[in-house]
């Protein structure tokens, strides 16, 4: 079935410093691909997204591009602050007949991002 | 509400009893989404509704567990004879409609612990 692997973590930056998450994923078809982030406290929010291969999502400085080839949708920052302290979740949609339109996440990365 | 409501946020309770989780998606969200969140297993999809209809349980964990959804709004998940193992964070989700590129829309989670 799907699956989606992403980087364990954590991953301690400091503040200023270039961030990439890994993820690859396993799906048949077209999937729609999905960053989620989760803050310490907080519900889970989506952060961007891409439904067609070459898409680039991006939102609050985060990237992603969904490649086909490589089976990618690797999360991007150039420079994180402290406030981006949080854990981020990788996420697909499949796009078989039989999907029922639910997310199913990797594992989650833990970032720390220090002063 | 604006967003995603869930009840209770927290709830406590012994081994054996039933428990039962509220879900209130966002206005005018036909479709909604039952996950759980444990340390050991990640994310979890659990069971998918399109307006008061769930086509496929079979991510239901075990036959203790049910939900319904009734005038395509509010949504219950009951477990019944709770296991240790069913400690988790439960999640709601909400989404215009069942497609992988409409985004879902998160809950707060219910925190579940059984004694």
């Known amino acids: 079935g799907d699956s989606v692997t992403q980087m364990e973590g954590p991953v301690t930056l400091s503040e200023e410093a270039f961030l990439t998450i890994n993820c690859t994923y396993t799906?048949?078809?077209?999937?729609?691909l999905f960053w989620y982030v989760q803050y310490p406290g907080e519900g889970l929010q989506l952060l961007l997204k891409?439904?067609?291969?070459?898409d680039k999502g991006s939102n609050k400085g985060f990237e992603a591009t969904y490649r086909k080839e490589t089976t990618s949708f690797h999360l991007e920052k150039g420079s994180v602050q402290v406030s981006d302290s949080a854990v981020y979740f990788c996420?697909?949609?499949?796009?078989?007949?039989?999907?029922?339109?639910?997310?199913?996440f990797g594992k989650g990365t833990k970032l720390s991002v220090k002063p | 509400g604006a967003g995603v409501s869930q009840s209770p946020s927290n709830k406590v309770t012994e081994k054996g009893k039933d428990v039962e989780l509220r879900c209130d998606p966002i206005s005018g969200h036909t479709a909604l989404y039952w996950y759980r969140q444990s340390l050991g297993q990640g994310l979890e999809f659990l069971i998918y509704?399109?307006?008061?209809?769930?086509?496929?349980k079979s991510g239901l964990p075990s036959d203790r567990f049910s939900a319904e959804r009734t005038g395509g709004s509010v949504s219950t998940l009951t477990i019944q004879r709770t296991q240790q193992e069913d400690s988790a964070v439960y999640l709601c989700?909400?989404?215009?409609?069942?497609?992988?590129?409409?985004?879902?829309?998160f809950g707060d989670g219910t925190r579940l612990s059984i004694l």
């Open positions: 996420a697909l949609v499949g796009d078989y007949g039989g999907s029922q339109g639910n997310l199913i």
């Open positions: 989700a909400s989404s215009l409609g069942g497609k992988g590129n409409q985004p879902q829309h």
């Open positions: 509704f399109q307006g008061n209809s769930a086509p496929d």
């Open positions: 799906a048949t078809g077209y999937p729609s």
């Open positions: 891409a439904t067609k291969a070459d």
